[in-house]
């Protein structure tokens, strides 16, 4: 785990740095999901080039979390630091939910519920073309409100999408209050199976088991990996504190925030 | 106009192996020649519009000519965002067809009835609309919208709608349909107002002897701007007809551009459907005449 460390609190760090420098919100939305992020850019998903048709493919569904895929896109070195560093600047194509105009990104995300219905879309052209491709897309536990989502799950079983695999950035919030209280979403994981999918459930900060779920083959069904994550994950102040999703650390913060991130 | 549609989509999905066609639960049969043709390019999505959208829009980036079908309210207005986001947004080649628009379901109430789908469709960018107007022009129009690579939304009637072109032609896109020429009095038929309009035509010849020129819009976006142009300095009076609301529809796209252009907008009558929902309007037919877009009302309109 320790390779790890170093480029998570440097991306943790940059995410934290471009947000406050950008005055954009959704700082711990993206805290939560980036390790998972990171992780599929910098050391699972096989991109060539971002036109290749056998590329993997992945959706931020839960586009509000912009800032962690650019981050670790930038590790990737899909993106340059110039780039990377004009987020939420006027005329930069790094806005604040993922544009389609930004080369890489496969489809607009920032309006919940959309992401998974074109992911399904493109396992099931994948298939068709017999691409054996990778096809993930990462939503939010508040995004699993939307209607669409449950739509494209059942079809997506309905036709066996075994190269598509949805993973849940479930932190246990969205936006006003604790997901599992404003909607009914509990049991999330049976949910899901119910729909036909194969569920695995893992702390999403951990790198290994990420890898092994991502790895485990579902055969004849889709897959959905049930991510535990902390909101603001990685900052002591951070962790589970709402008022991140809006918030922005002020001097003295970032201060305590480069010692945490040894930056 | 459906039929029409199957046949072409059926065709042209033989040498095309890019189109796939998406379809919400609905045509019973209808496509039984496509499925035994290219079962490997029809999905049934369901009674899921917004899904069926996306799943589109997804198959478009990787490369596929999808087309979605169903009843026009469901599949414009109840997956608007996924039109504009997943679609319009990004560019891609996703054809929407509604079926039975306007008041051909007159009779199933007004949740079949589709008299703001130009309306809300028209305010999304880079959208393509077409408004077929027989049989002929179904087949032309969507096979213009396929080669285009673009957003494209096409608005067909039912089934059984008189057929006025004699034979097939290649449709551009952005251009009226010429159907007969005349002087002073132009009708703009749009989409299935086509036969009704015709009827209007011909009796005004046959009553007033009126020399009335006809074309069908074929295109509500983008507007024939050189044809409308020309038009409002040879004409006395242009009538646009449509089975579609005033608000947002082809007249008020026509009126807009007249405005914009400083064009003689008093030469401009609309005739269209007054804002409310109806009901108890039984047949599509009586739906008209109450409605006053009969063809003795389009009448009544062209000889004040
Ligand atoms: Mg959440």
Known sequence: MSDFKTARDFGRFKIIEITRAAKAAHLASALSCYDMIYYLYNHYMKINAIDDPKRDRFILSKGHAAAALYVSMYQASLLSAEELNSFGSIGSILEEHPSPKLNGIETASGSLGHGLAVAVGMALANKNKNIKNNNIVLMGDGEQNEGSVWEAALFASANSLDNLTGIIDYNKWQATDRSNEVLALNPLSSKWESFGWQSLEINGHDLNAFRDALNFKATGKPKIIVSHTIKGKGISFMEDDNNWHYRLPNEEEMLVIARELNQ | ?304
Do not use: W
């Not at chain 2, 019973?28 to 290219?38: G, I, P």
């Open chain 2, 1 to 304: 106009m459906r039929n029409a549609f199957a046949k072409e989509v059926t065709e042209l999905a033989k040498d095309n192996t890019k189109i796939v066609l998406l379809a919400g639960d609905i045509g019973n049969r209808l496509f039984d020649r496509f499925k035994e043709q290219s079962p490997q390019r029809f999905y049934n999505c369901g009674i899921a519009e917004a899904a069926m959208t996306g799943i589109a829009a997804g198959m478009a980036t990787a490369g596929y000519t999808p087309i979605t079908y169903t009843i026009t309210p469901f599949n414009t207005l109840r997956c608007l965002e996924q039109i504009k986001l997943d679609i319009c947004y990004p560019n891609l080649p996703v054809t929407i067809v509604g079926t039975g628009a306007g008041l051909s379901y007159a009779g199933l109430g007004a949740t079949h009835h589709s008299l703001d789908d130009i309306g809300v469709m028209r305010t999304l960018p880079n959208l393509q609309i077409l408004v077929p107007g027989d049989a002929i022009e179904v087949s032309a129009c969507l096979r213009a919208a396929v080669e285009s690579g673009r957003p494209t939304y096409i608005r067909l009637g039912k089934k059984g709608e008189p057929i006025i072109h004699d034979k097939d032609f290649t449709y551009k896109i952005g251009r009226v349909i010429p159907i007969k020429s005349g002087a002073r009095h132009l009708i703009i038929s749009v989409g299935n107002m086509l036969g009704e309009s015709m009827v209007a035509v011909e009796k005004a010849k046959d009553k007033y002897g009126l020399d009335t020129e006809i074309v069908s819009m074929g295109s509500v976006y983008p507007l024939d701007k050189k044809f409308l142009k020309n038009a409002f300095n040879k004409f006395e009076r242009i009538l646009i007809v449509e089975e579609h609301g005033f608000v947002g529809g082809a007249g008020s796209a026509v009126l807009e551009y007249a405005y914009e252009e400083k064009l003689d907008t008093k030469k401009l009558t609309s005739i269209a459907c007054a804002k409310s929902f109806l009901s108890g309007v039984g047949s599509q037919e009586n739906a008209r005449r109450k409605l006053g877009l009969d063809s003795d009302s389009i009448l009544a309109k062209l000889t004040i």
